[in-house]
């Protein structure tokens, strides 16, 4: 078992499910609605948890309602939300999810009223706690110094980043982790079309042990440290239920393999495989 700490969002989920997704101005029933916690590094750790790991977040709550459905979510899955930076105003971000039924996909439009985590808060927190930190890629100029800090430090620690979107100098973060995760969406907004020559290119300019992209249903690509590509194909699913929180749960056993000294081959095909097994699942209850 591993010590993680998280270092992103948490989020309020409202997911409707459509039987097909709504064309502009028309009006269609939902099949169902749920309402429940998400983001991405919250996401993360509720798989690492189930994988048998310790988990903490650093995240910033209001104190308002809907912050107590978080912490529930939390309690429920174990995980310790101590190093949380409570503000006494604004709302939980809240993100609005189209689920089609159809096909899996998932449509959403976020909200967000509440300052992000900042360094000042991190560094209270003693980092000889954890065994891997896993930072979500927002926020830049703090999380940098976040990084600096874990560097500088507490060299001891592996870190992870994913890299979701294109964000002002989000660049600079890159040569601190350990592994870098990047998206199909921010490998597509960097004009790559393919990601085996992205990663190479990234190989080239950065410094990070692995280079890791997923793919969607042409399953994941990596480069690692000596410019060695690998691919490891999708998993079937049999049906696909929900996809959203499929790339969460890919990084979560991405991190539970590397923990485990596992090949990047061997990380990647269990990453892959648990990503598939998401998709045919509604939540984020495994049974792993």
Same mark, same amino acid.
Request: contains cysteine; proline residues 4%.
């Given at each position: 078992m591993a010590r993680i700490l998280g270092v992103g969002n948490a989020t309020l989920d409202i997911i409707n499910t459509l039987a097909n997704y709504p064309a502009e101005d028309s009006e269609q029933r939902a099949e169902s609605q749920r309402i429940c916690r998400g983001g991405n590094t919250a996401n993360t750790l509720v798989v690492l948890s189930q994988l048998g790991h310790q988990c903490s977040w650093a995240g910033t709550l209001a104190d308002e309602p809907d912050a107590k459905r978080i912490c529930a979510d939390f309690d429920h899955y174990g995980i310790d939300y101590s190093p949380v930076y409570e503000v006494e105003h604004g709302k939980v971000p809240t993100s609005y999810?189209?689920?089609? $039924?159809? #096909?899996?996909?998932?449509?959403?439009?976020?909200?967000?009223?509440?300052?992000?985590?900042?360094?000042?808060?991190?560094?209270?927190?003693?980092?000889?706690?954890?065994d891997w930190i896993h930072f979500e890629g927002r926020n830049v100029l703090e999380v940098r110094q976040m990084l600096e800090h874990v560097a500088t430090l507490y060299p001891n620690v592996f870190i992870s980043l994913e890299v979701e979107k294109q964000r002002e100098g989000i660049a600079q973060l890159f040569n601190y982790p350990d592994v870098l995760?990047?998206?199909?969406?921010?490998? #597509?907004?960097?004009?790559?079309?393919?990601?085996?020559?992205?990663?190479?290119?990234?190989?080239?300019?950065? $410094?990070?042990n692995h280079l890791v992209?997923?793919?969607?249903?042409?399953?994941?690509y990596a480069v690692d440290e000596?410019?060695?590509?690998?691919?490891?194909?999708?998993?079937?699913v049999s049906s696909v239920i929900e996809t959203l929180g499929a790339g969460d749960t890919f990084n979560a056993a991405l991190i539970n393999a590397f923990l485990q000294e596992e090949a990047l081959d061997a990380a990647l095909y269990q990453a892959c495989e648990l990503a598939a097994k998401k998709c045919g699942i509604e939540g984020f209850n495994l049974e792993v």
């Amino acid at each position: 078992m591993a010590r993680i700490l998280g270092v992103g969002n948490a989020t309020l989920d409202i997911i409707n499910t459509l039987a097909n997704y709504p064309a502009e101005d028309s009006e269609q029933r939902a099949e169902s609605q749920r309402i429940c916690r998400g983001g991405n590094t919250a996401n993360t750790l509720v798989v690492l948890s189930q994988l048998g790991h310790q988990c903490s977040w650093a995240g910033t709550l209001a104190d308002e309602p809907d912050a107590k459905r978080i912490c529930a979510d939390f309690d429920h899955y174990g995980i310790d939300y101590s190093p949380v930076y409570e503000v006494e105003h604004g709302k939980v971000p809240t993100s609005y999810v189209i689920s089609n $039924q159809r #096909n899996g996909s998932r449509t959403i439009v976020h909200v967000r009223d509440l300052p992000e985590y900042p360094a000042a808060r991190f560094y209270e927190l003693d980092l000889n706690d954890y065994d891997w930190i896993h930072f979500e890629g927002r926020n830049v100029l703090e999380v940098r110094q976040m990084l600096e800090h874990v560097a500088t430090l507490y060299p001891n620690v592996f870190i992870s980043l994913e890299v979701e979107k294109q964000r002002e100098g989000i660049a600079q973060l890159f040569n601190y982790p350990d592994v870098l995760i990047f998206s199909r969406h921010y490998v #597509n907004e960097a004009n790559y079309f393919e990601a085996t020559p992205f990663l190479a290119d990234m190989r080239k300019l950065y $410094q990070a042990n692995h280079l890791v992209c997923a793919w969607g249903d042409r399953g994941a690509y990596a480069v690692d440290e000596e410019g060695n590509s690998i691919h490891s194909p999708a998993h079937p699913v049999s049906s696909v239920i929900e996809t959203l929180g499929a790339g969460d749960t890919f990084n979560a056993a991405l991190i539970n393999a590397f923990l485990q000294e596992e090949a990047l081959d061997a990380a990647l095909y269990q990453a892959c495989e648990l990503a598939a097994k998401k998709c045919g699942i509604e939540g984020f209850n495994l049974e792993v």
